[in-house]
């Protein structure tokens, strides 16, 4: 144990009833090419197909890249945080990447582009890139997720427009260190990684696309049961980015908040408490209870327009207001 070589790169993957993509998944893992090495902590939580032994295959074949945690009971379901619970704790590199189970890498120099940016600019903690929207279940088979530049980014950038693909995420470990004040109220681990992130340094973005994101039914937010529960608790996620991360804007961030508060009143279980969120809505952000009234009608309309106009950029303004994804 003492003679092996520390990982330069944690590669975090977490895995549950990914059977169908996940050779796709260790298969970007295993070609990556680079001058350092890297390890791949793999969590499967209980899955229910042959995921678990997809991951022993792979164990075995590459035993020096995987390192498996098997569970026997889901932990998901019970409300555990398991990236931060089992996977950022047995960490080793000074960076950490992320891709769950079901996206993939599909450039074999990803994770050496990547390092090499933050070797050599001390001042960046977190870098991200473009990446392929592979949508399974929709008349789009794959789209660009997302209009990803070659430039920093900026807290209000990404709230304004969430482009940022979680399989494109690589962070300095040091990030993990940037207290969140109750952070159980944050849905999406990544939202968390990212404005970590931008508290200690800045992050970048590259143009190429170089992995997939993936839509499918077999996703953990695809399930509606777990939809409607997001959608419940999304206006507190957004109160705890408020307090804890002052640079964003008080402009974005209440945009934010108006768009969460109106989404959930469709979803609240008695007729008051859809009032006072309508209410809650308006006083953040009229200007968006407008354009919620009209969402509806301007989605048809754009879907209509997007087979005689078939643009980049209306494709993308059509991707935003449909998918409501990256």
Excluded at 268 to 282: C, E, G, M, S, W
Aim: contains cysteine.
């Amino acid at each position: 144990m003492s003679n092996e070589i520390k990982p330069l790169v944690s590669v975090c993957c977490l895995v549950y009833n990914h059977e169908p993509y996940l050779r796709d998944c260790f298969e970007g893992f295993v070609k990556q090419q680079t001058t350092f090495p890297f390890e791949i902590l793999v969590h499967d939580d209980a899955s229910t197909d042959h995921s678990a032994d997809i991951i022993r295959e792979y164990t075995a074949k590459y035993p020096h890249l995987f390192k498996p945690i098997y569970q026997t009971e889901n932990q998901y379901s019970k409300g555990v945080r398991i990236t931060n619970q089992y996977q950022y704790p047995r960490a080793q590199g000074k960076y950490i990447a992320l891709c769950e189970g079901d996206d993939y890498w599909t450039d074999p120099h990803k994770l050496q582009m990547q390092v090499d940016w933050l070797e050599e600019h001390p001042e960046y903690s977190m870098t991200f890139h473009a990446a392929i929207l592979k949508q399974e279940n929709r008349s789009l088979s794959f789209a660009e997720a997302g209009f990803v530049q070659d430039k920093d980014y900026t807290a209000d950038d990404v709230m304004a427009n969430w482009i940022v693909p979680t399989a494109s995420i690589i962070f300095r470990k040091q990030v993990l260190n940037c207290p969140i004040n109750g952070e159980s109220r944050l849905i999406a681990g990544d939202i968390a990684i990212v404005m970590k992130s931008l508290a200690v340094g800045k992050i970048r973005g590259f143009s190429n696309k170089m992995s997939v994101y993936r839509i499918s039914k077999k996703g953990i937010s695809s399930y509606r049961h777990q939809q409607k529960n997001v959608t419940l608790k999304y206006p507190d996620h957004i109160i705890c980015l408020k307090e804890n991360f002052p640079f964003i804007s008080p402009k974005i961030i209440n945009k934010c908040l108006a768009y969460r508060y109106w989404n959930r009143a469709a979803v609240q279980p008695t007729l008051y408490l859809a009032l006072q969120d309508r209410k809650r809505a308006f006083i953040s952000s009229p200007i968006v209870v407008f354009l919620a009234i009209l969402e509806p009608f301007a989605t048809e309309i754009l879907l209509i327009c997007s087979k005689f106009i078939n643009t980049q950029k209306f494709m993308h303004v059509v991707r935003k207001i449909v998918m409501r994804k990256l």
